[in-house]
């Protein structure tokens, strides 16, 4: 039985080897062959640097300001909105800081359009609210996706990113010219010396408050700065970050004639955290507490901002008027630590997808899903009157 099984054995091993002379599987390509077929890099491209396929020369920083340029009454605006901010931060003044706005910019018009809006309603509530617009000009990505106005003004992937900076800072300088105040991201450390000029608050998303390089540029701008937690919740890493951008740092940065330079910062004393949620929400009075303490414990502030959207809101928008209303109360009651609020928020509630860019709503965000005017309305109004209810509260 053994030896007829070895026969059998030896027969089906020819079997195969005969095949296999017959059938050859295909030869793998070369690495020249794989990526002239995959990506059209040829030999000499390899030569060079397979990672770079293009390259644009952009505009410096003071070519930009000299294009799209802020007169001295604007520039006193800015500065008094800073100041402004600072003294709620502070508790000089007893205003509630609501940043609200779109998502991120898609169509300079519509937020432009959205901003005269708002401006009705900033001069309507300014005895109780600072309001401020929320322009968020880059967009960080989980993954893929569209990454903002400046990066890809065109919204096709053809990545105008000298057009895009144009359309920033022209947007920026409009809204200012308003009357309103505006805030940003900053998700590319090296746009900041191109726009920073016409903010007057910043964020730095949960997703880059770790990073050094954004710790070191807060501690370079001058106007405060919000550190949001982690994405998971974790906020021991917003705190550390508000450790680092208040100190100096020794960095470098693009100056206005676009030439990287070494740079020692003086920190910026203005750092603060944003509590956005997490894997699920913290904007409840226990996690209020809870982190005023540890930013006591670190000898920070203990003062925070409260995100109304992304994990605060479990990313359904409408939410965002259940986490209003629940700060609303805690300030009716006498609640001081949190002094600010943010907001998505455009002209047609609810989000849309990028797929046909022909055929956009008009005013609907094309990222995260935002709430309309009229809801805005009733949240602004709900939170001035908190503030009022307050001041009844101290007086007494």
């Not at 054995?9 to 059938?23: F, I, R, Y």
């Not at 920083?61 to 294009?67: I, M, V, Y």
């Not at 937690?229 to 550390?240: L, S, V």
Request: charged share 20%.
């Amino acid at each position: 039985m053994l030896n007829h099984f070895l026969t059998r054995l030896n027969e089906h091993s020819s079997d195969t080897t005969a095949n296999s002379v017959h059938k050859r599987k295909p030869q793998p390509q070369s690495k020249e062959q794989f990526n002239k077929a995959t990506h059209g890099i040829t030999a000499k491209d390899i030569s060079k640097n397979t990672t770079q396929l293009h390259e644009s020369i952009l505009i410096t920083p003071a070519q930009l300001k000299q294009e799209i340029a802020i007169s001295p009454t604007i520039k006193t605006f800015i500065e008094q909105s800073k100041t402004a901010i600072q003294s709620i931060m502070n508790s000089y003044d007893d205003r509630l800081l609501v940043i609200i706005g779109p998502c991120s910019i898609h169509d300079p018009t519509a937020a432009l359009d959205y901003a005269k809006k708002l401006k009705l309603m900033s001069d309507e509530f300014s005895q109780e609210l600072l309001i401020v617009m929320r322009v968020f000009l880059e967009k960080p990505r989980t993954t893929l996706g569209w990454k903002g106005l400046i990066n890809d003004p065109d919204l096709d992937e053809s990545f105008d990113v000298n057009k895009g900076l144009h359309k920033a800072r022209a947007l920026l300088l409009t809204i200012n010219k308003l009357g309103l105040a505006t805030a940003t991201e900053f998700l590319n450390i090296n746009v900041a010396s191109y726009i920073s000029d016409l903010i007057c608050w910043g964020a730095i998303g949960a997703r880059t408050s770790q990073s050094q390089s954004h710790r070191e540029l807060a501690s370079a701008l001058s106007f405060p700065v919000g550190f949001k937690n982690n994405t998971d919740g974790n906020t021991q890493i917003a705190i550390d970050a508000i450790t680092s951008a208040k100190e100096s740092h020794t960095v470098c940065l693009p100056n206005n004639q676009g030439q990287l330079s070494v740079l020692s910062t003086i920190g910026n004393q203005n750092s603060h955290l944003i509590l956005r949620g997490g894997n699920q929400p913290n904007y409840s009075q226990h996690n209020i507490n809870h982190t005023s303490e540890r930013l006591k414990e670190s000898q920070h502030l203990p003062r925070l901002m409260i995100d109304c959207s992304h994990g605060n809101s479990e990313k359904d928008h409408l939410k965002q008027r259940v986490v209003a209303h629940d700060i609303a109360n805690s300030i009716k009651q006498g609640e001081k630590t949190v002094f600010g609020v943010m907001i998505e928020s455009f002209l047609v509630e609810g989000r849309q997808s990028l797929a046909d860019v022909d055929h956009l709503t008009y005013g609907q965000s094309t990222t995260d899903a935002c709430i309309n005017l009229e809801q805005s309305y009733d949240v602004l109004a709900e939170l001035a009157n908190s503030i009022r209810q307050r001041r009844e509260i101290n007086r007494q």
